[in-house]
């Protein structure tokens, strides 16, 4: 139960300063000082800060929410289980809105591996909501497609939304009512997919 707890603040200590500095900027015995153990403990749990990251956005990410989602909304309507999603997309985003910035504003000086993490972890998201449309083909709701394309297009649908509101234009120049726009892009999405 103790190396659970050490494991879970070294994880929410990584979260804190790749958010705060970057994977580059952030530094194992910073992170160390910040979860309360010592370096070589850090090093006991994580064989290095590429893994550790690796693990902060394995566990930080929206891909265990997602997969967490799929038998909740396994029986849905479609609108409903869509309007879900895009809303807990919207949510983790917002939530790491901090890391996403800094990653995005250095992701060009990141080290090869570091880049094979993030777009693992962004196609394994693609990848899960695709495997819920393929359900829903065969279930003949939906028009036949290419479930990865539709999987891109409608979270990159949410992710231009947060990228617009909350990176770019900050919360001072906010007019656009977040439920209202999910309900449109949603709504938009429906009637290019659904039979």
Known sequence: ?????????????????????????????????????????????????????????????????????LPEIAEMTYKDALTII???????????????QIMHSEMHRYPRKIHKVYHGFIDGIIRTLASYFTAMQKKKVLKEFDAESGARAFLGMFFSYFHVQELMMGKRYRSVDTDRTVREF???????TAK
């Open 86 to 100: 895009a809303g807990r997309f919207l949510e983790t985003l917002t939530a790491r809105k901090d890391m996403i």
């Open 186 to 192: 949603v709504k938009i999405f429906i009637e290019g």
């Open 1 to 69: 139960m103790k190396a659970r707890g050490t494991r879970d603040r070294i994880l929410e200590a990584g979260l804190r300063a790749f958010s705060e500095k970057g994977y580059l900027g952030a530094t194992t015995k910073e992170i160390a000082v910040k979860a309360g153990v010592a370096e070589l403990t850090l090093f006991r749990h994580f064989s290095s800060k590429e893994k550790l990251f690796e693990e902060v956005i394995k566990n930080y990410s929206f891909l265990p929410a997602l997969k967490g989602l």
